[in-house]
């Protein structure tokens, strides 16, 4: 079945570091790749999204880029902020269509930024 | 407007009890979905309902576990018999459409605590 594997945390940065959280997938066809971000004590929300391959999701200074060659879809920004310390969750949801949008989820990366 | 509520925030109950999880999905919504969140793991898909289609119920993990929705509005989520491996937060969320690529927004969840 589908699977999303992401890199373990927490990840320690100082503010204005580069961050890059990695993410790889396993999936049939051509599923759309997700970033969820979980603020504390807030709800899950949407990062950003890329529905095929070679896109470019883009939000609040965060990238990633659907690789369908490499099955990747890495989380970057080149400088953090304290407001970023969240716990960060790849996911995707199937290719097939007429099917549910159910989501498959990583096991989440919990970003520090410290001043 | 109101996001996804759910209630109740937390709850703790003894083995072998009975429990109901609410959600309110945003008005409008016509689809709903519940996940479950275990210590240290990613999100689960356990069941999904869309208008009046037959739920997708392919993630709920035993007979103990059911849900139930009115129309497109309150969706309930019972366990029975509650196991201490049932221990977990229980995350809905809702969607505008049944389209793989349409946002699914998620409501704070329900930390549920078996003892």
């Known amino acids: 079945g589908d699977s999303v594997t992401q890199m373990e945390g927490p990840v320690t940065l100082s503010e204005e570091a580069c961050l890059t959280i990695?993410?790889?997938?396993?999936?049939?066809?051509?599923?759309?790749l997700f970033w969820y971000v979980q603020y504390p004590g807030e709800g899950l929300q949407l990062l950003l999204k890329?529905?095929?391959?070679?896109d470019k999701g883009s939000n609040k200074g965060f990238e990633a880029t659907y690789r369908k060659e490499t099955t990747s879809f890495h989380l970057e920004k080149g400088s953090v902020q304290v407001s970023d310390s969240a716990v960060y969750f790849c996911?995707?949801?199937?290719?097939?269509?007429?099917?549910?949008?159910?989501?498959?989820f990583g096991t989440g990366t919990r970003l520090q930024v410290t001043l | 407007g109101a996001g996804v509520s759910q209630s109740p925030s937390n709850k703790v109950t003894e083995k072998g009890k009975d429990v109901e999880l609410r959600c309110d999905p945003i008005?409008?919504?016509?689809?709903l979905y519940w996940y479950r969140q275990r210590l240290g793991q990613g999100l689960e898909f356990l069941i999904y309902?869309?208008?009046?289609?037959?739920?997708?119920k392919s993630g709920l993990p035993s007979d103990r576990f059911s849900a139930e929705r009115t129309g497109e509005s309150v969706s309930t989520l019972t366990i029975q018999r509650t196991q201490q491996e049932d221990s977990a937060v229980y995350l809905c969320?809702?969607?505008?459409?049944?389209?793989?690529?349409?946002?699914?927004?998620f409501g704070p969840g329900t930390r549920l605590t078996v003892t």
């Open positions: 969320a809702s969607s505008l459409v049944w389209d793989r690529d349409h946002e699914q927004y």
């Open positions: 990695n993410c790889t997938y396993t999936a049939t066809g051509y599923p759309s």
């Open positions: 890329a529905t095929k391959a070679d």
């Open positions: 996911a995707l949801s199937p290719a097939r269509s007429g099917t549910a949008s159910k989501l498959t």
């Open positions: 008005s409008g919504h016509t689809a």
């Open positions: 309902f869309q208008g009046n289609s037959a739920p997708d």
